[in-house]
Nanobody, 120 residues
Framework: QVQFVESGGGLVQPGGSLRLSCAASGNFFKNYNMGWYRQAPGKQRELVASISAGGRSNYADSVKGRFTISRDNAKNTLYLQIDSLKPDDTAVYYC??????????????WGQGTQVTVSS
């Protein structure tokens, strides 16, 4: 099993950029498909970007062209470059396996996430 620590969020103006990082603990990071998820106020958690073990990426329509997912397997780290931020990008952003299948103590595992707030 792996665990994740997200960082890089913050308060930014519309049109700004952020780079989120996810440090993964585990010996098999390079073999897993990974994803970035977000949960906005009043909405369910959604997958916004994914990357396969082989490096193939996919994006939700709402973020396509603005978000870029990448991974550094040597550092066990997942990244999300976010450009042209919009207010509706405001959410807590999480990384996890894709699909998120880690179970600890009978519950699916999620890290603490990192808050992204887009406001003028």
């Amino acid at each position: 099993q792996v665990q994740f620590v997200e960082s890089g969020g913050g308060l930014v103006q519309p049109g700004g950029s952020l780079r989120l990082s996810c440090a993964a603990s585990g010996n098999f990071f390079k073999n897993y498909n990974m994803g970035w998820y977000r949960q906005a106020p009043g909405k369910q958690r959604e997958l916004v970007a994914s990357i396969s073990a082989g490096g193939r990426s996919n994006y939700a329509d709402s973020v396509k062209g603005r978000f870029t997912i990448s991974r550094d397997n040597a550092k066990n780290t997942l990244y999300l470059q976010i450009d042209s931020l919009k207010p509706d990008d405001t959410a807590v952003y999480y990384c996890n396996l894709n699909p998120p299948t880690i179970v600890i103590g009978g519950n699916y595992y999620w890290g603490q996430g990192t808050q992204v707030t887009v406001s003028s």
